[in-house]
């Protein structure tokens, strides 16, 4: 038997503090290398989901 979510409430709380507050200056460059390698692996998967759309 399918449930139905007739409303979903979510809230976040976010607190940026200074920049100069991360203790380790190299995390901030690996987490945008991680990101971008992310971003890369997707549009991969993506594009492969688009061509097996495509040769249907």
Do not use: F, W, Y
Not at 14 to 37: A, F, H
């Amino acid at each position: 038997m399918p449930i139905e979510i007739r409303e979903l409430n979510i809230r976040v709380s976010v607190n940026q503090g200074p920049q100069e507050s991360c203790p380790l200056p190299g995390v901030m460059q690996s987490t945008l290398s991680d990101k971008e390698e992310l971003i890369a692996e997707c549009v991969e998967q993506v594009m492969e989901l688009i061509k097996l759309q495509h040769e249907r």
